[in-house]
């Protein structure tokens, strides 16, 4: 089982949310306290979309630039639509490349 098999609060959320998404924009955040991992994790996913970009395969991302941490959580999440991915703090660059590609 890859590290992305589990990202999710259950088994069927990822499937839910791409069935509900189809061919529309999504959107990424970070969420977290302004602490180290926080920004950490916030690096990982700009440098995760601008692989994506060099690849050609953003164009779905809505105001991608505008990836921001916010003081919402007391650990770092990664935020994909609606759906909050599990110990995303933990997640390599690659991982979050993998992942985006799967929405």
Do not use: H, W
């Not at 992305?4 to 189809?22: C, I, P, R, T, V």
């Not at 979309?49 to 999440?77: F, H, M, P, W, Y």
């Amino acid at each position: 089982m890859s590290i992305l098999d589990n990202m999710f609060g259950n088994e069927d959320s990822m499937e839910k949310a791409m069935k509900e998404m189809g061919e529309q924009f999504f959107y990424i955040k970070v969420l977290g306290a302004e602490e180290p991992e926080c920004t950490r994790l916030l690096q990982k996913a700009q440098d995760a979309l601008a692989i994506l970009k060099k690849e050609g395969q953003c164009e779905r991302i809505k105001d991608s630039e505008n990836i921001a941490g916010c003081k919402v959580t007391s650990q770092a999440v990664l935020v994909i639509n609606d759906c909050v991915i599990k110990n995303g703090s933990n997640l390599e660059i690659e991982d979050i490349v993998e992942l985006l590609k799967k929405f």
